[in-house]
């Protein structure tokens, strides 16, 4: 980050970090049975999660716009039941959104038939985001939870 990377040095770290993940994958479901299937899963969604926000954190710089993208479309998280039942609705987890972030998750509706975007902007622009035709012309804002 504090210094420019040739093209080869980029291809070299993202190869890097993908074996690095790979493992820690490997790792969260060697010995895998079906009683510990929600633990090592929970266990290496919070590995992920962690170590994406260990990214963020690391990539971020007040004078570069950061911006994320993530579908989680055609993932069955609405069939998981930890117990309790089925969720009756979800989304990501709450995201620190910087003054130069942008964030973007897509995800299907409980229905299946529609996708979710979940969108953080920095705050100045929120507004302009919410009054776009174009955007509403395709959208709901904050819909009704299906149940």
């Known amino acids: 980050m504090e ?3 040739e093209i080869d040095e980029m291809v070299a770290d993202f190869r890097k970090t993908k074996e690095e993940f790979s493992e820690m994958i490997k ?3 060697q010995g895998c049975d079906n009683d510990t299937t929600n633990i090592t899963t929970t266990t290496l969604g919070q590995n992920l999660l962690t170590a994406m926000g260990d990214f963020v954190s690391e ?4 004078d570069v716009d950061l911006y994320t993208m993530s ?5 069955p998280f609405y069939e998981v039941d930890f ?3 089925n969720p009756v609705w979800m989304g990501p987890a709450s995201h620190t959104v910087y ?28 507004p302009v985001f919410l009054c776009e035709q174009d955007l509403l012309a395709y959208a709901v804002l904050n819909p009704p939870v299906l149940i």
Do not use: H, R, T
């Open 99 to 126: 003054d130069n972030m942008v964030f973007v998750v897509l995800i299907d509706s409980k229905d299946g038939e529609d996708v979710e975007a979940w969108v953080g902007l920095p705050e100045q622009d929120m």
């Open 3 to 5: 210094s420019e990377l």
């Open 27 to 29: 790792e969260n479901l």
């Open 83 to 85: 117990g309790w039942g």
């Open 59 to 62: 990539c971020y710089k007040p």
């Open 71 to 75: 579908s989680w479309c055609k993932k």
